[in-house]
C-alpha cells in the first residue's frame, strides 16, 4: 500500500533543527570589521554540486550544506478485535452484507479512514483502519459506538476536579473520548453530583476510567493557599520588573499571583504541590518580615501634573527607581486630589530615591504658545508638513492643537520644549506679519453659487488671490466665509466675493414653463445641446426638473437683461420643437407598404431627407395600415402627398372629398372608431379620414378603389342623415363562432338583413374586449326589426343538432391534410359545426356534422361544393423556359401565391434542372435577350417542350385557362433603348446606384453594355405592363443627364487674379473661414498656387465657375487686397513675461483684442533674438488704438509679475550646498575577476550583464553564429 507523505508537526521541527547550523556566532563589529568587506564566498555562497559528489564527500560548511532530514509519513495503519461476545451484528446470514456493511461505508465516507473486516477463527471481529491519525481515531471511535455492544460505568471524584477531565475549551475531554473510543458525560456545574459517566467497550471504559482517575489523583497533591500582605510591600515582594517573584516561582513550581496596584487587594494566592507550595510561601513571608523591621517612609509634595512624569510609560521610572535604590514609590491615584508622594525603603537609600524622583518629576515639562486659532492649520501646514518638521528634531515633545483655543500646548523634555517653543514662537509671529483674515457675511442661499459647478468659482479665486475661503456645510446654515492668506489677497478675494453676493442679489429668477416631453431633447445626448445654451449664456443657471416629478417648470436664474435673452432663446427652441413635432397619420393599403418603402429602404430615405421628416410604418406582421409622419406641419403634409401619389400611381385608387358638419364627426366615427371601421371594413377596406377635432373642416376624405369608394360615400351620407335625424341603438349578445355565420360569405347574410330593415349593424372588432357584443344602430323600427331577425337567427344556431352526408373516401384526403385546415375553414365560417370523417383505413363514407341546424346545412352545402370542384378538376401544362420560372414566381413566391388564391387552382413548377444540354450565355439569360430565346427554338422541336420548362396548373378547367393566361403574362419580354454611350457611367451611377434604384422603381432587369463594346443600345427586360414606365424613366433620366453635362460646361470657366503671395494668408483666414465665404457665397471654387512647385506662378490664384460668378468673386478677392494695401504694421517692445497674460487661455484674450480692433497681433516665437518685439498690423488708426490697449495692458500686469517674483525669492527653500561623497557601490573581497587575470570584473553600466527587468537582453554574437 503507498503512503502519502506529508510534513507532521514534529517532523518539522527535526527538519527545521537540521536546517539550522548547531553553533551560531554572534559577532559585534568594530570599526575595524566595518571597513573590511566580506570576502566573495561570504557575499555569494556556493550553490550544493550533485547529490553522489554530496554522499561521497564531507558535509562543507557552506550554508547549503546541512542534510535534510526524512519526513514521516502522514499514514497510520491500526488493527483492534472485537470479540463475538461484544458484536453487535452476529446473526447475519452472509458476512459484509446488511447493516453492519452500511455503516462501514458510512464511517469511511464520513472520516475518510480505509477500512477492511475480516472473522477470526473465534468468529470475532479483526478490523484494519489506515488513514491519516485524526481520521483513524474518529473512525476507531465510530466503528466501537456501532459494531461494539456497548457498556457504561460510573466514577466518583471531586466536583473541583471535573474542570481538569474537561479540559481548556473541552479539548482533553475530547481527546480523552478519542483515545480510550468512549463517551464520557460529566455533570454541568449546577448539578450536585460528582460522579462522571462512561460509555463504550469493557476494555475502553477501563481506560477511560483509569485516565480520570489519574487527572483527580494530580489535582489532589496540588494545593491552594492565600497569604495576607499589606499593599505597600508588594513591590518588594514582586522585585524590579517582576523578577524577584519570577524566581520564586521557578525555583518551587508554584503560581504566585500578585494583585496590580490598580486593584485595591491585598492577598497573594499561591497555586501548586503541596511541599514546594509552602517553600515558597515561607520565602515570601520571609521578605515581607524583614521589609516591615527595615524600611521606613518619607512623604513628598509633587505637582500632580508631574506624577505621570515619576511613573513613567508603563510604569517604567518607578520600576527603574526600585531597581536602583530598592525603594517602593507609592504614587496617589489619577482620581485623587492628592500631590502627596510616599517613598518607602531602607533610610540610607531614600534620600537617592527623593533625589531620583525630582530627576524624573522635572525632566518633564509644559509649556503654551499665545497663537490665533485661525493660524493653527498653517502652523499644522499642508498634511502636517510643517509640524512633521519640529516633530523629527524632538521626537519626544507633544504637541498639541486645541479647536477654539488661541494656544498649542508642548509637552516633553524641558531642553527639546523650550526649542521647540522657540521654533513654533517664530512661525506664529512670521505668519501674524505676512497672513491675515477677514470675516464675511454672505446669505448661505448664494453659497453654492459662490462655489460654483464642482468648486469651479471658489478653487478660481484660491488660485487667483492664493487665499483659503471656509464656507460652511449646507446643513449649518450659517451665513459667516472666512477668508486666510496674504492680506493683499484676502482684500481683493473679499471684494470679489462681495460684487458676486450682491450681483447675486440683483439676479432675477423666472420660471420656463417647457413641456417636459421636450426636456431630455433640450438637454441632449450627454447633454452637449444644454452645454452649448449654458456656454451662449454663462451667468444663466438652468434648473430642470426631475424627471420622476412630472414638472414642466425650469427654473433660469442670472442677471435680468441674461434672463431675458435666454428665455426668448429657449422659447424660440421649443417653439421649434413643437413645430417639428406636428404628427398626422397616413392609412395605405398594406399591399402598398413595400413600394412606399423601395429596395433597401431607399424610396422612404429619399421622402425623409428631402421633406425632413420622420416616417414610422408599422411592423410587417401587424394588420395596422397607418404610417405616421412627424415633423413640421408643412413637410408632413408634402411627405403625406408624396406616398400618397406612390399609392395612387401604383393602383385605380379613387379620392373622394363628402361635406358632413363636423358636429356629428365623433358619433360617426363611434366608440374605440368601431362604427367607421365596420364601414371601412363592409366597402372592400377603403380609408375614411376624418379632419383634426377643433379645425372646423367639414370635409371626410374616403380613398379606395372606385366602387368600394361610391359604396362607402352612400353609407356614410345615410349614416350622418341616420343620426341627424334620430339615431337608436341596442346591443345584443351571440357567441363569437357565430358571428363569421351571421355575416354569411362576403357579408351577404348581414347585407340582406340590412337592406331589408334599414339598420346598421356593427361586429366586434378583433382587439374589442367584449366579443359577444353586436350593436344594431339606425331609426328606432329598423333597429327592433333588425334585432328580431337577428335574435332569430342567433336562437336557430343555439339549437344544436346531429347530421350525415356521403363522401366518396377518395375525397376524404383533400379535407383533412393540412391538419384538417379545410375543416378549419368550414367551422369557422359556419358557426363552429364539427365535421367528423371517419378514420383512416376504414372504407366508410359516412361523414357526421354537429352544430346549429342552419350551419349543418350551409356546411353541409359547402362541402358539397366542394366535392363538386374536386371532381371537375382538370390539369393543364404552361410551358414557360425555366430561365424565366424565378422571375414568374416573384419575391418569396408572392405572385404565383396571389394567382393560387385569385383563381382557386394549385400550380406547380418542375425540378430546375443542374445542367441543361442547351446553355446560353449568362448574359443574355440574365437580360432575357430574344436571340437567346431564338437559338434555342432552333435546337429544340417546337412540339416537345422540355420537362424542365412545364409547370402544371390543377383546378376547374375555366380557372386553369385563367390561371395559365395570368402565368404567361408574367413572362418578362425585353426592349431596347438607344442612350448615348458616353452618359452610361452616369446611369450606372457611384457602385451601381443609379440603375439599381430605376430597376427597383420600375421592377425591371436593365442591361447595360460592357464599356469595350462602345454600344449606345440598353436593354430593359421585364413584365410587358412596367417596360413602357421603364423606357420613360430611363429617357427622362438621359434629359436629365445632358442638361447637367450643359451645365457642367458653363460651370468650367475659369478666371485668373494676380495677387501678390504674401497676402495669400490673410485672403484665406484663420482656418480658411475668408475663402470658404467668398467659395460659398459666389460658388465657385478658388485654387491657391502650390509653394512646392517652383515652375507655377506663385502670384496666380485660379477661379472656376460660372462667368458671372468667377467674376464676382474676383471682385471680392480684389476688394480684400485693397483693403491689405492699406494696412500698416508696427513692431512694440512687450515685455515677454506678461506675453502669456496678454494671450490668454487658448488664445481667448488675444482673440477678443483683434476682434475688437480689427488688427493682426503676432507674438515672437520661442527662440526669436528678439523675445519682446510684438507685430500689430491693421488700418493705421486701428493699429495704434490696439497698441495703447496692449501697453496698458502690459503696465498692469507687470505689476503682479513684480510682486509674485519678489515672493517666490522669500518662498524658495534654502538649497543644500554639502557635497555628499560618491557612493563606492557594493564591494567584496577574493572575487574570481580578481584572482584569475582572464576573468574581468562585471561591467555594472551593461544591460547585458545586468539586463533590466522586462527588457530584452540582445543576444552575444559568437563567432560560429547564435547558440542552438
Known amino acids: 500500500m503507498s503512503s502519502v507523505a506529508v510534513l507532521t508537526q514534529e517532523s518539522f521541527a527535526e527538519h527545521r533543527s537540521g536546517l539550522v547550523p548547531q553553533q551560531i556566532k554572534v559577532a559585534t563589529l568594530n570599526s575595524e570589521e566595518e571597513s573590511d568587506p566580506p570576502t566573495y564566498k561570504d557575499a555569494f555562497p556556493p550553490l550544493p554540486e550533485k547529490a553522489a559528489c554530496l554522499e561521497s564527500a564531507q558535509e562543507p560548511a557552506g550554508a547549503w550544506s546541512n542534510k535534510i532530514r526524512p519526513i514521516k509519513a502522514s499514514v497510520i495503519t491500526q488493527v483492534f478485535h472485537v470479540p463475538l461476545e461484544e458484536r453487535k451484528y452476529k446473526d447475519m446470514n452472509q458476512f459484509g452484507e446488511g447493516e453492519q456493511a452500511k455503516i462501514c461505508l458510512e464511517i469511511m465516507q464520513r472520516t475518510g479512514a480505509h477500512l477492511e473486516l475480516s472473522l477470526a477463527k473465534d468468529q470475532g471481529l479483526s478490523i484494519m483502519v489506515s488513514g491519516k491519525l485524526d481520521a483513524v481515531m474518529k473512525a476507531r471511535k465510530d466503528i466501537v459506538a456501532r459494531l461494539q455492544t456497548q457498556a457504561s460505568a460510573t466514577v466518583t471524584i471531586p466536583k473541583e476536579h471535573h474542570r481538569f477531565v474537561i479540559g481548556k475549551n473541552g479539548e482533553k475531554l475530547q481527546d480523552l473520548e478519542l483515545k480510550t473510543a468512549t463517551k464520557i458525560q460529566i455533570p ?6 460528582n460522579q462522571i459517566k462512561i460509555t463504550g467497550t469493557k476494555e475502553g471504559i477501563e481506560k477511560a476510567r483509569h485516565e480520570v482517575l489519574l487527572i483527580s489523583a494530580e489535582q489532589d497533591k496540588r494545593a491552594v493557599e492565600r497569604l495576607e500582605v499589606e499593599k505597600a ?60 523591621k527595615k524600611t521606613t517612609t518619607i512623604a513628598v509634595e509633587v505637582k500632580k501634573s508631574q506624577h505621570k512624569y515619576v511613573i513613567g510609560p508603563k510604569g517604567n521610572s518607578l520600576q527603574e527607581i526600585l531597581e536602583r535604590t530598592g525603594v517602593s514609590v507609592e504614587i496617589p491615584p489619577s482620581d485623587s486630589i492628592s500631590e502627596t508622594v510616599i517613598l518607602r525603603g531602607e533610610p540610607e537609600k531614600l534620600g537617592q ?196 416629478q ?34 398626422i397619420s397616413v392609412p395605405i393599403f398594406k399591399q402598398f407598404h413595400k413600394n412606399i418603402i423601395g429596395k433597401g429602404g431607399a424610396n422612404i430615405k429619399k421622402i425623409r431627407e428631402e421633406s425632413n421628416t420622420k416616417i414610422d410604418l408599422p411592423a410587417e406582421n401587424s394588420n395596422s395600415e397607418t404610417i405616421v409622419i412627424t415633423g413640421k406641419r408643412a413637410n408632413c403634409e408634402a411627405a403625406r402627398s408624396r406616398i400618397l401619389s406612390i ?40 380609408h375614411i379620414h376624418f379632419p383634426v377635432e377643433g379645425s372646423g373642416s367639414d370635409t371626410v376624405v374616403i380613398r379606395g378603389p372606385s366602387s368600394d369608394v361610391e359604396k362607402a360615400k352612400k353609407q356614410l351620407l345615410h349614416l ?62 329598423a333597429v327592433r326589426e333588425a334585432q328580431k331577425e337577428l335574435e332569430a337567427l342567433i336562437q336557430n344556431l343555439d339549437n344544436v343538432v346531429e347530421d350525415y352526408m356521403l363522401v366518396d373516401p ?65 390539369t393543364v401544362e404552361c410551358a414557360i423556359p425555366q430561365k424565366f420560372h424565378r422571375s414568374v414566381m416573384g419575391p418569396k413566391g408572392s405572385r404565383i401565391q396571389q394567382i393560387t388564391r385569385d383563381y382557386n387552382v394549385q400550380i406547380k413548377f418542375p425540378d430546375r434542372e443542374e445542367n441543361p444540354v442547351h446553355s446560353v450565355e449568362p448574359s443574355i439569360q440574365e437580360n432575357g435577350d430574344e436571340a437567346g430565346e431564338g437559338r434555342e427554338a432552333k435546337e429544340t422541336d417546337p412540339g416537345s417542350p422540355r420537362r424542365c420548362d412545364i409547370i402544371i396548373i390543377s383546378g376547374r378547367k375555366e380557372k386553369c385557362e385563367a390561371a395559365k393566361e395570368a402565368l404567361e403574362a408574367l413572362v418578362p419580354v425585353t426592349i431596347e433603348v438607344e442612350v448615348p454611350f458616353d452618359l452610361h457611367r452616369y446611369i450606372i451611377g457611384q457602385k451601381g446606384s443609379g440603375i439599381r434604384k430605376m430597376m427597383d422603381e420600375f421592377e425591371v432587369n436593365i442591361h447595360v453594355p460592357a464599356p469595350e463594346l462602345q454600344s449606345d443600345i440598353i436593354a430593359i427586360t421585364g413584365l410587358a405592363a412596367n417596360l413602357d414606365r421603364a423606357k420613360a424613366g430611363l429617357l427622362d433620366r438621359v434629359k436629365e443627364l445632358q442638361a447637367e453635362q450643359e451645365d457642367r460646361a458653363l460651370r468650367s470657366f475659369k478666371l485668373s487674379v494676380t495677387v501678390d503671395p504674401k497676402y495669400h494668408p490673410k485672403i484665406i483666414g484663420r482656418k480658411g473661414a475668408v475663402i470658404t465665404q467668398i467659395r460659398l457665397e459666389h460658388d465657385v471654387n478658388i485654387q491657391f498656387p502650390d509653394k512646392d512647385d517652383g515652375n507655377q506662378p506663385q502670384d496666380q490664384i485660379t477661379i472656376t465657375g460660372y462667368e458671372k460668378n468667377t467674376e464676382a468673386a474676383r471682385d471680392a478677392i480684389l476688394k480684400i487686397v485693397g483693403e ?48 519682446n518685439c510684438v507685430t500689430v498690423t491693421g488700418l493705421p488708426e486701428n493699429v495704434e488704438e490696439a497698441i495703447d490697449h496692449i501697453l496698458n495692458l502690459e503696465e498692469e500686469y507687470l505689476a503682479d509679475v513684480v510682486d509674485s517674483e519678489a515672493l517666490q525669492v522669500y518662498m524658495k527653500p534654502p538649497a543644500h550646498e554639502e557635497s555628499k561623497a560618491p557612493s563606492k557601490g557594493f564591494v567584496v573581497r577574493d572575487a574570481p575577476w580578481t584572482s584569475n587575470s582572464s576573468e574581468k570584473a562585471p561591467d555594472m553600466s551593461s544591460s547585458e550583464e545586468f539586463p533590466s527587468f522586462g527588457a530584452q537582453v540582445a543576444p552575444k554574437t559568437l563567432p560560429w553564429g547564435p547558440k542552438r
Open 810 to 874: 377518395k375525397h376524404h384526403r383533400h379535407f383533412v391534410i393540412r391538419r384538417g385546415q379545410v375543416l378549419r375553414e368550414i367551422a369557422e365560417e359556419y358557426g363552429g359545426v364539427m365535421v367528423s370523417f371517419p378514420r383512416s383505413g376504414t372504407q366508410s363514407d359516412k361523414v357526421t356534422l354537429k352544430g346549429a341546424k342552419d350551419c349543418v346545412e350551409a356546411a353541409k352545402k359547402r362541402i358539397q361544393e366542394i366535392i363538386e370542384d374536386l371532381e371537375a378538376q382538370v
Open 550 to 583: 412630472k414638472s414642466d417648470i425650469v427654473q433660469l436664474r442670472g442677471p435680468k437683461n441674461e434672463v431675458e435673452k435666454c428665455t426668448k432663446y429657449m422659447q424660440k427652441m421649443v417653439a421649434d420643437l413643437v413645430e417639428n413635432s406636428y404628427s
Open 1124 to 1171: 491689405l494695401e492699406q494696412m500698416v504694421s508696427e513692431d512694440v517692445p512687450l515685455d515677454h513675461r506678461v506675453h502669456a497674460r496678454i494671450i490668454g487661455a487658448r488664445g481667448k484674450a488675444i482673440r477678443k483684442i483683434m476682434d475688437e480692433f480689427k488688427v493682426d497681433i503676432r507674438f515672437p516665437q520661442s527662440g526669436a533674438p528678439d523675445p
Open 353 to 548: 530615591a527623593l533625589t531620583e524622583v525630582y530627576a524624573k518629576a522635572n525632566s518633564f515639562t509644559v509649556s503654551s504658545v499665545s497663537a490665533p486659532s485661525w493660524l493653527h492649520r498653517f502652523i499644522i501646514g499642508k498634511k502636517g508638513q510643517n509640524l512633521a518638521k519640529i516633530t523629527q528634531q524632538m521626537p519626544k515633545v507633544h504637541i498639541e492643537f486645541t479647536e477654539g483655543e488661541d494656544k498649542i500646548t508642548l509637552e516633553g523634555p524641558t531642553e527639546d520644549v523650550s526649542v521647540a517653543q522657540e521654533q513654533i514662537e517664530g512661525m506664529v509671529k512670521d505668519l501674524i506679519n505676512r497672513m491675515d483674515y477677514v470675516e464675511i457675511n454672505i446669505d448661505h442661499k448664494f453659497h453654492r453659487h459662490l462655489i460654483g459647478k464642482s468648486g469651479a468659482n471658489i478653487n478660481r479665486i484660491k488660485d487667483q488671490y492664493k487665499v483659503s475661503v471656509r464656507i460652511p456645510p449646507d446643513s449649518e446654515k450659517s451665513n459667516l466665509i472666512r477668508i486666510e492668506g496674504d492680506p493683499q489677497g484676502v482684500q481683493q478675494a473679499k471684494r470679489e466675493l462681495l460684487e458676486l453676493a450682491s450681483r447675486m442679489e440683483n439676479e432675477r429668477t423666472k420660471d420656463l414653463i417647457i413641456e417636459q416631453r421636450f426636456h431630455r431633447t433640450i438637454i441632449g445626448q450627454k447633454g452637449e445641446r444644454i452645454r452649448e445654451i449654458r456656454d451662449k449664456f454663462p451667468e444663466v443657471i438652468i434648473n430642470f426638473p426631475d424627471p420622476a
Open 647 to 686: 399609392q395612387k400611381d401604383l393602383a385605380n385608387i379613387a379620392e373622394v372629398e363628402v361635406s358632413i358638419p363636423a358636429k356629428l364627426h365623433n358619433s360617426l366615427i363611434g366608440t374605440k372608431g368601431r362604427l367607421i371601421r365596420s364601414i371601412m371594413e363592409e366597402c372592400g377596406g377603403v
Open 233 to 292: 510591600f508588594h513591590p518588594f515582594i514582586a522585585g524590579p520588573y517582576n523578577r524577584l517573584v519570577g524566581e520564586i516561582m521557578q525555583e518551587t513550581g508554584t503560581r504566585i499571583n500578585i494583585p496590580p496596584p490598580s486593584v485595591n487587594r491585598t492577598e497573594i494566592v499561591f497555586t501548586g504541590e503541596k511541599e514546594q507550595l509552602a517553600q515558597a510561601v515561607a520565602r515570601i513571608k520571609k521578605i515581607y518580615e524583614e521589609k516591615k
Open 188 to 193: 454541568r456545574p449546577d448539578d450536585p453530583s
Open 720 to 781: 350622418a342623415e341616420e343620426k341627424q335625424t334620430k339615431s337608436f341603438t341596442v346591443d345584443i349578445r351571440a357567441k363569437p363562432e357565430y358571428h363569421k355565420f351571421l355575416i354569411g360569405k362576403g357579408g351577404g347574410k348581414i347585407r340582406k338583413v340590412r337592406d331589408s330593415t334599414g339598420a346598421r349593424i356593427i361586429f366586434p372588432a378583433a382587439e374589442d374586449k367584449d366579443q359577444d357584443l353586436i350593436t344594431i344602430i339606425g331609426k328606432e323600427d
